[in-house]
């Protein structure tokens, strides 16, 4: 599809409503009439349709776990197969690697936390985190862990008003490619690795101190749960944690 | 200084009033009684006040460029030498490496959005960038760019609601240590050098894709105004991007 939008789409702002997928559609918030995921392989995601038609999304407000698609019954809805890692699977995948910001619709009754009727825009999401799991059914899902970012009609203002006295480049393009979380525990495998990286031996020194990044082994947080103990802890390098993080490697040059 | 806290300290909400440095002090809030930084070459700053006393000093809410200290004289205030990277200075690029949250305390007059009386606790900050700069009186000062976080006051009673139904670990101890951030052009930069690092020909792919980050060279947003033009875009690994980013270099391993 060519024309992808990431991000906001003019005129329609977080809260907004709409009766049908078709209006969805339309109104270019979320252009797939059918398929829950809106995005390719070479592109990335732009949006989700939370229909809670899965039994093992969860969605708790700021923060949804969301399940890949494919290997469903189309008459009973049931998971039958494996999902596999394409088309939307993958693009969502590719959301997260670049940070791109991917907008969540929500459905009447799909969970706790969506409207009352039909469908609601409730804003970007980043794909913080995904993983590939067992699920209810017993088939491997794939699964998205979605944080909501701050609402952009808002950061717009501020920043068209703070344009005007002081910026020449204007930041409301910015978006967030990776952010790099830190525990009292992560510190102190640090510290005792004395900031190299278990993976490549490299020691990064800045002006002010050495640096690495904590990689947890099984996620912090739901539905992972993992322990905040250094046995769950890997002290690397930024470019070792992309690479554990995203089930990389690398090319083109010896990094051990 | 033994027992540094570094965040929020209990019973002292952001907006906290005090009448005087000691009352600040006594609070724990920050405890030097006439230095502006609270911090340590070894442990990272803690806290600032903004109080006016420089010349170079900006504050728009929730972002601050602060000045380091040093080179000023006593009587008049005025700056007459350069200021050095040590002290507090250096204990708040260390703040920034490891992503330590600072607290911000302003004074009453200092600036247009400080508040009418004494100090005031203004919350936590992250300081997202520092440099050397020549300021106003021509000798050279160390500046630092201050970003208003998340009030953890908020954040916290939202994450114990989910612990008890999902977290096996407590997330309220998570701190950020690094966000990197993109642009249209850097996205465009980053596919021109089909994400090869230009400093070691390093090329990170995940399972969805390749990854690279975008550096500015000269950075975007005041006081610096980069343009966000390619000519001042670097593709590099993420390594090379923290070194580019904290005057850094590698040891033990070869890293190009």
Not at 123 to 148: A, N, P, T
């Amino acid at each position: 599809m060519s024309g992808r939008v990431f991000g906001e789409i003019p005129g329609y702002p977080e809260g907004s409503r709409f009766g049908t997928r078709v209006e969805l559609s339309e109104a270019g918030l979320h252009r797939p009439r059918v398929a829950g995921i809106s995005g390719s392989e070479k592109e990335g995601a732009d949006s989700v349709v939370l229909s809670g038609g899965y039994e093992d999304d969860e969605d708790r407000g700021d923060e949804i776990v969301y399940t890949g698609h494919g290997g469903r019954d189309v008459q009973t809805g049931r998971q039958i197969a494996d999902q596999n890692f394409r088309g939307g699977n993958r693009a969502l995948a590719l959301s997260s690697l670049n940070g791109f910001p991917v907008r969540v619709i929500s459905k009447a009754g799909a969970t706790s936390h969506s409207p009352a009727g039909d469908y609601r825009y409730d804003g970007l999401y980043l794909v913080d985190d995904y993983w590939q799991e067992r699920g209810r059914s017993g088939f491997l899902i794939w699964r998205y862990r979605l944080i909501k970012l701050p609402n952009p009609s808002h950061a717009e203002r501020t920043v068209s008003e703070e344009r005007g006295a002081y910026s020449a480049a204007p930041r409301q393009t910015s978006t967030i490619t990776r952010i790099v979380r830190d525990t009292e525990q992560a510190r102190r495998i640090k510290a005792l690795y004395d900031h190299e990286c278990q993976m490549c031996g490299i020691r990064l020194v800045g002006l002010a101190g050495p640096y690495a990044e904590a990689a947890h082994i099984r996620p912090l947080g739901a539905p992972h749960d993992g322990p905040d103990v250094s046995g769950n802890i890997l002290c690397l390098c930024p470019n070792h944690h992309v690479l554990f993080d995203h089930g990389g490697a690398a090319v083109g040059a010896d990094l051990a």
